[in-house]
């Protein structure tokens, strides 16, 4: 089975940073990665998929890249409302798996 | 507006068994596959299950494999998973998540999720 491994767990940084999660898979997925972010007490919600698409309604500070193995998460500049946790998700042929989540924390 | 509203959690002892159940509205229900997707408290976000547009193609997570059934209803517009031979392990909350396939990758992606619903597995 797949797996994703997100780095780091955990990370401080302030209103206007630049932020970047990374995600590495066990095996090549091509480009078939999406991220999403999660808020205390709420559903996740999507925020990019196909490693790069903007999901409805997100923010351009949001950008995905990467392929095969290896994907990022950036946030531009770090707003309020982005301290979450954010995950990274492949579904292959038959099973879902989610990497172990990023909780961004205000510094 | 779309929604998506889970129900049927509560307290179960170990061996026991939920129907939790996802009403939906606000678009064509038939038209799309779904997931259950949980999360243990204070942990990350583990797949389930997905069940597809027609009703014909499932697939299980191995933890819960034997012992979880979904389903779906088309003309209620309606997602059930049923969940048997609980564990204490299976405690979460249960999320529907609707199914969303770009097909330039062949990823499935969870596009809309419910509010969730809290099963709590515990002697």
């Known amino acids: 089975a797949i797996q994703l491994t997100q780095s780091p767990s955990s990370l401080s940084a302030s209103v206007g940073d630049r932020v970047t999660i990374t995600c590495r898979a066990s095996q090549d997925i091509s480009r078939a990665l999406a991220w999403y972010q999660q808020k205390p007490g709420k559903a996740p919600r999507l925020l990019i998929y196909?490693?790069?698409s903007l999901g409805s309604g997100v923010p351009s500070r949001f950008s995905g890249s990467g392929s095969g193995t290896d994907f990022t998460l950036t946030i531009s500049s770090l707003q309020p409302e982005d301290f979450a946790t954010y995950f990274c998700q492949h579904f292959n042929t038959y099973r879902g798996t989610f990497g172990g989540g990023t909780k961004v924390e205000i510094k | 507006e779309m929604q998506l509203v889970e129900s049927g959690g509560g307290s179960v002892q170990p061996g026991g068994s939920l129907r939790l159940s996802c009403a939906t509205s606000?678009?064509?229900?038939?038209?799309?596959?779904f997931n259950w997707v949980r999360q243990a408290p204070g942990m990350g976000l583990e797949w389930v299950s997905y069940i597809s547009d027609g009703g014909g193609t499932m697939y299980y997570a191995d933890s819960v494999k034997g012992r979880f059934t979904i389903s779906r209803d088309n003309a209620k517009n309606s997602l059930y998973l049923q969940t048997n031979s609980l564990r204490a392990e299976d405690t979460a909350i249960y999320y529907c998540?609707?199914?969303?396939?770009?097909?330039?990758?062949?990823?499935?992606?969870?596009?809309?999720w419910g509010q969730g619903t809290l099963v709590t597995v515990s002697s």
């Open positions: 196909d490693a790069s």
């Open positions: 998540a609707r199914d969303y396939t770009s097909g330039w990758y062949g990823g499935h992606y969870f596009d809309s």
């Open positions: 606000g678009f064509t229900f038939s038209s799309y596959g």
